[in-house]
Every structure is written in structure tokens, then in C-alpha cells.
């Protein structure tokens, strides 16, 4: 079965500064989709960035950057410039083709002004 | 624009007595999920379809039951709501293997 690990249930960062959560999963399926969904207090889930396994460049969204190493079946989140609004519950997920989604336990970022 | 929407946003109701929370969406996805969502927990999946084919992941109690009698909406019923139940339902979308999965909103179920 697949899994999907957050090691670190908190993470805090500065405003300004650069915050990498981590995440890590198990799969035998060489074909298959990470993403990192942000989840704020009382509000909606939204996808932050994804990334299909196939492709090897690490994918890009604004302030937002993975580092995706398919081999060691790693896939960790970096935050630029962190902003207060950045604060959040930040879940990252596996999803295989015709397989429902694997979320990890999530990481709740503070950020201080 | 909202893609998929979520009624009530809250809903509270008491100790046995049913429930039923609505999901529309209006992406026209052929796969539609509820999750339940505790409180700083990840979300658990209870139930999916695909287009009208129901799959029922094996630890969902009995308690919940789903209908989807359109493409745009679906339904998720809570016949006998306990105090555990109290959670946040979130319902979610897609449209094939290959895509995103978007959510709405969530509901909050209070029981009393």
C-alpha cells in the first residue's frame, strides 16, 4: 500500500525568510502524481502545486518550488518569502493513476511577522 | 467562481438524528469523493464515485450513505449522526486519472 510520511507536524518561519517542509512516500508504481494541497484555518483545501512522476524537472508556482527525487521517493515544499498568509495546515499527497489519493498527516506552518 | 460547493457550511443536529450534507459542482467531473476531516487531521476518505459507479472504501461505517443522482451532485447521509461524527466533510472532485483533484469548502457537523 502506498503511504505517504510528513516528519514534522510544526514548522515556523519569519516573514521574508525560506521554509522547506518535507515529505516522503512508498510506492512500487512507477507512474503516478505528488501534490502539496494548503489548507488555512476554517477554510477551503486548495492545490498549492503538483507533479507527475515522468517528468524530472521539479515543478514551479510562484513563491512556491518542489524538490522532487524520484528515487529516494522524496518530494519536499520550499516557500520564498514567506507572507503571513502562507499560514497554514499544508498536506502533501500520492496519487496513482486510477487510485484514490494518499494524504500524509500534514505540517502546520506559522509564520511570524 | 465556485467550482464545487458545499451545503450548509455548518450544520448542527442532534444525537441520532439524520443528517444530510449536498455537494454541486460545476466542472461536469465524472468522479466525486467525501472525505471526513477531523480536527488537524488529514482527510479520510469515506466514499467515491466514478460517474455513477459507488465505491465504498471498507472502514466507512454503515451509519454513512452517499447518492448521487446526477453528474452534478452528491449527497452524503448520516442516518444515526454520534458524537465521533462531529467532523469536517469535505467533498471533492475530478476529472479523469490524469488530473487534479479539487475541493470544496467543507461542512461542519456539529452533534449535540
Known amino acids: 500500500a502506498q503511504t505517504v510520511t510528513q516528519s514534522q507536524p510544526e514548522m515556523s518561519v519569519q516573514e521574508a525568510e525560506t521554509v522547506t517542509l518535507s515529505c516522503t512516500y512508498d510506492t512500487s508504481e512507477s507512474d503516478y502524481y505528488l501534490f502539496w494541497y494548503k489548507q488555512p484555518p476554517s477554510r477551503q483545501m486548495i492545490l498549492v502545486i503538483r507533479q507527475e512522476a515522468y517528468k524530472q524537472q521539479n515543478a514551479t508556482e510562484n513563491r512556491f518550488s518542489v524538490n522532487f527525487q524520484k528515487a529516494a521517493k522524496s518530494f519536499s515544499l520550499k516557500i520564498s518569502d514567506s507572507q503571513l498568509g502562507d499560514a497554514a495546515m499544508y498536506f502533501c499527497a500520492y496519487r496513482s493513476r486510477g487510485n484514490d489519493m494518499r494524504f500524509g498527516a500534514g505540517t502546520r506552518l506559522t509564520v511570524k511577522p | 467562481d465556485a467550482m464545487v460547493i458545499q451545503n450548509p457550511r455548518y450544520q448542527v443536529t442532534q444525537f441520532g438524528k439524520p443528517v444530510t450534507l449536498s455537494c454541486s459542482q460545476t466542472?461536469?467531473?465524472?468522479?466525486m469523493y467525501w472525505y471526513q476531516q477531523k480536527s488537524s487531521q488529514a482527510p479520510k476518505l469515506l466514499f467515491h464515485?466514478?460517474?455513477?459507479?459507488?465505491?465504498n472504501e471498507a472502514d466507512t461505517p454503515d451509519n454513512f450513505q452517499s447518492r448521487r443522482p446526477n453528474t452534478s451532485f452528491c449527497f452524503l447521509d448520516i442516518r444515526s449522526p454520534g458524537l465521533g461524527d462531529a467532523a469536517m466533510y469535505l467533498c471533492a472532485t475530478r476529472a479523469g486519472p490524469q488530473e487534479t483533484q479539487y475541493f470544496g469548502p467543507g461542512t461542519r457537523l456539529l452533534v449535540l
Open positions: 466542472l461536469n467531473h465524472n468522479v
Open positions: 464515485y466514478y460517474d455513477k459507479d459507488f465505491n
